[in-house]
């Protein structure tokens, strides 16, 4: 397993950018995603990067934020990003990040593949 802490959640109004960062004891080939869990909700896949191999990386976005969030990775500092711009009332919870060998052939959408979990940071947006 990896160790991964969140942080960069702030309180932020309507419109606001906000760069969350996870950083992790090592991640090489796994796969990276950042989840979220809404208060009263279930948690939620939101982005995710993997590892295709001789140094390539692809990214998978939930519709729901495609064009508005981006995730990206530093192998050098062992740390994953997620830019949120254009932030909405809506995407108010607590941001997770999360890990998986890449030899786990679940969809990357599903939480379950992953077994790696950060603590989380808290993410509000007011109006």
């Known amino acids: 397993q990896v160790q991964l802490v969140e942080s960069g959640g702030d309180l932020v109004q309507a419109g606001d950018s906000l760069r969350l960062t996870c950083s992790t004891s090592?991640?090489?080939?796994?796969?990276m995603a950042w989840f979220r869990q809404p208060p009263g909700k279930e948690r939620e896949f939101l982005a995710a990067?993997?590892?295709?191999?001789?140094?390539?990386?692809?990214?998978e976005y939930a519709d729901s934020v495609k064009g508005r969030f981006t995730i990206s990775r530093d192998n050098a500092k062992n740390e994953v990003y997620l830019r949120m711009i254009s932030l909405m009332v809506d995407d108010t919870a607590v941001y997770y990040c999360?890990?998986?060998?890449?030899?786990?052939?679940?969809?990357?959408?599903?939480?379950?593949?992953?077994?790696?979990w950060g603590q989380g940071t808290q993410v509000t947006v007011s109006s």
């Open positions: 999360a890990a998986r060998p890449p030899s786990i052939m679940l969809p990357v959408t599903s939480a379950e593949g992953f077994d790696s």
């Open positions: 990067v993997r590892w295709g191999g001789r140094g390539t990386y692809s990214a």
């Open positions: 090592g991640f090489n080939s796994y796969t």
